[in-house]
């Protein structure tokens, strides 16, 4: 199979010349995943020199036609040979053929209306403006005049002391609530306290790590008339509206954006001290942190904070992870933290006077469509279509030499907005 | 340190290792702590896999239970019998075991019937006979036969004209021709080509089955791990890490293990330098 990539306008055609069956089909997917990871939404694939078309090829065409839909792009196949005609024909999907699809306008970037803000319901796009940080683009758009969000700790238990019946709270996260912590789901606290680990919640979705469960992030997500709630020994949480969305991507190939760089540009545009995050980002590495052991399992004989022993309560990464995965991050950072959130806040080593708590949990990476946009559908469409595949608490790894530095991030999408701090108990 | 008695389900034990620690060359630039405490219960019919990286232990646990060394602290029991100071060769009328070697195991210039007669009195006392009586042919191309490689109509061939595939399978069968307590594997797939591997890894869960046996594999292969035992013992640093019970088998497949691997991994690399990092960004 010979692919060759040809730009027409707006358009990338894919010209195939060989077979798409089995033994090509993956490497066809990956080549039109890895432009619309490019930002190339409106997708052709010229069928003139495909030979043979099998179920396993058609599988993918229909694979690509999802994700590019999933993007508002478009895609259609041209100048098929008679024998892909009639395959997609004979298969119901004629109308993969570009003669019979109706023409496309492509879908208006970054103007449109917004259906809604993603934490308070529905804002109105007001304007827009642009900031350069090294290689990637920033567009600014402004959701609601004045937004604010109003940040708790809602449960405070600290490392690492053994936990209390009173540092459990039970955590509701319906829609217009974000937040991060320590907990776990069950049936109750007793049930949960073998299992807390990080977890992090938005748009009706909750997603935590079982310590000691192995690798793979457990999740609930809100439906009809269940909210997903968690059994948390520490939690930080937000609810308000977002007062901007910032959409950031890479203008060429060293283009990078560290994850204290997107806490900068969230202070300078909101001009706040103290700013609360939500974000879906394609990964260029992540580096963190998250229990491997329950919190809820220490004894007043374990001293799980020292060296060697935390080897038995922690899991470093060990180098940075989950390149050309999605994350969606829930961060909360300030300048000058509120005595009430001040200690879940940590100093970044890479920025003197910014503190910071962050959560990420990791997803196959998935497109999103460009300018504008909502954050629940895309956040429920990760937890609907794809599992979640990790979940970390980031840090930054400041070793001197053999340091992997801070978590960093390629293109993405990230509403924020100033938050004020109140004290514990419900929002 | 984990104790590894899961998946017993109230059997008599077969195997019972306690507290057995090994160093090689201690106290030298070059000291190895190659069993650093391994505590171990197989109960009768259990087959564990051992697996681990190199220099793991696995080998050497299986050495030390088939007697090749004698360990600096522990204790080994095999049906109840503590054998911890015997010598390799007494421990044989336990002891069935297999090398990754397929020209190991036996004698090259004797014939394939002559090296069964060998196996047939391991643990015995074995002095000048006879030739084989009719019968004890007869009953010897029986079972050769189970192996599927028409090796019955061969027994007068000497076995140094075998593959390494039929060479392995006539091994395993020979050091299970008595039933032994307990059956020792060591990688003893990992010379053969792919289908000679696969050919005697099935014969080997076959025999194992067949004939009820205790055995203890140490593997590479995290196939094999996954598809022939009933157990998984994870090694790492002369140390129990990790064990897959009998009822966490039907779920594990390769990729779990090799996250587990992973797993040990990182922990490696959590050093007192992260370890502060951990205690200034960690809540």
């Keep these: 199979m010979k692919i060759e990539t040809l730009t027409d306008g707006r358009r990338t055609i894919l010209k195939l010349d060989g077979r798409l069956d089995v033994t090509w089909a993956e490497h066809v997917l990956n080549s039109a995943l890895e432009l619309l990871r490019g930002g190339r939404h409106e997708l052709r694939m010229d069928a003139s020199g495909l030979q043979y078309l099998s179920s396993a090829g058609i599988r993918v065409l229909i694979r690509i036609r999802r994700e590019v839909s999933a993007v508002q792009g478009s895609f259609a196949i041209v100048n098929p040979s008679p024998f892909v005609e009639n395959a997609l024909r004979m298969s119901g999907l004629g109308e993969l053929l570009e003669c019979d699809t109706p023409e496309q306008d492509a879908p208006d970037t970054g103007t449109g209306d917004v259906a809604g803000a993603p934490c308070s319901g529905s804002a109105v796009q007001k304007g827009r403006g642009d900031i350069d940080v090294a290689g990637i683009q920033v567009d600014v758009h402004p959701l609601g005049a004045g937004a604010m969000l109003r940040v708790q700790a809602t449960a405070r238990w600290r490392p690492w002391t053994p936990v209390q019946d009173t540092d459990v709270v039970n955590l509701p996260f319906p829609r217009p609530v974000f937040g991060l912590g320590i907990g776990a789901a069950g049936v109750d606290a007793g049930d949960s306290c073998s299992r807390f680990g990080e977890f992090a919640a938005l748009a009706g979705c909750l997603s935590w790590l079982p310590a000691g469960g192995g690798d793979t992030p457990d999740y609930l997500v809100e439906a009809e008339r269940f909210t997903p709630s968690i059994f948390a020994i520490q939690g930080l949480v937000a609810e308000g509206a977002f007062s901007h969305l910032l959409r950031f991507r890479p203008v060429d190939k060293t283009g990078l954006l560290p994850l204290s760089s997107l806490f900068g540009q969230a202070l300078e545009v909101t001009g706040a001290d103290s700013v609360a995050m939500v974000c879906i980002a394609e990964i260029e590495g992540l580096v963190g942190a998250a229990l491997s052991r329950s919190p809820g399992l220490m004894t007043t004989a374990d001293s799980p904070g020292g060296f060697p022993q935390i080897r038995d309560w922690m899991a470093f990464c060990g180098e940075r992870v989950h390149a050309r995965h999605s994350a969606l991050l829930v961060a909360f950072v300030s300048r000058r933290p509120d005595a009430a959130v001040a200690p879940y806040l940590v100093p970044l080593s890479s920025t003197p006077g910014l503190f910071a708590h962050t959560h990420a949990v990791v997803f196959p990476f998935r497109p999103l469509p460009e300018g504008v946009i909502d954050l629940e559908p895309h956040v429920r469409m990760f937890f609907e279509t794809v599992e979640p595949v990790d979940l970390l608490h980031l840090i930054e790894d400041d070793r001197p030499a053999v340091g992997l530095g801070q978590s960093t991030f390629l293109r993405g999408a990230c509403w924020c907005a100033p938050f004020s701090a109140g004290k514990g108990g419900a929002l | ?283």
Aim: proline share 4%; aromatic share 4%; with cysteine.
């Design chain 2, 1 to 283: 340190m984990l104790t590894s008695t899961a998946g017993t389900g109230g059997k008599s034990m077969m195997l019972e290792i306690r507290g057995l620690r090994k160093t090689f060359f201690p106290d030298t630039p070059n000291e190895v702590r190659a069993l650093q405490g391994i505590d171990l219960d197989l109960s009768e019919g259990c087959f564990a896999a051992i697996i681990g990286t190199n220099g793991s232990g696995k080998s050497t646990l299986l050495n030390a239970v088939a007697g090749s060394f004698l360990p600096d602290q522990g204790t080994v029991r095999i049906d109840g019998v503590e054998i911890t100071r015997w010598e390799e060769y007494r421990r044989a009328q336990y002891v069935g075991r297999v090398f990754q070697n397929p020209f190991a195991g036996t004698a090259a210039g004797m014939t394939i019937a002559e090296n069964i007669g060998l196996a047939m009195r391991r643990g015995l006392s074995r002095g000048l006979r006879p030739a084989l009586p009719r019968q004890v042919r007869d009953a010897m191309a029986d079972r050769v036969r189970t192996l599927g490689m028409g090796l019955e109509n061969r027994l007068d061939n000497p076995i140094g004209t075998l593959s390494g595939g039929q060479r392995q399978a006539l091994t395993l069968l020979m050091a299970t021709w008595l039933k032994p307590r307990l059956l020792l594997l060591d990688e003893h797939t990992a010379a053969l080509d792919p289908k000679s591997a696969a050919q005697v890894a099935a014969l080997t869960r076959e025999i194992i089955e067949r004939e009820h046996l205790t055995a203890l594999m140490v593997t590479h292969s995290m196939q094999q791990a996954v598809q022939l035992p009933n157990r998984i013992i994870m090694m790492h640093q002369g140390r129990i890490v990790r064990q897959y019970s009998e009822s966490e088998m039907a779920r594990v497949r390769v990729p779990e293990l090799l996250a587990a691997f992973d797993r040990i991994r990182r922990r490696e690399q959590l050093d007192p330098a992260v370890s502060d990092i951990l205690g200034r960004q960690y809540l």
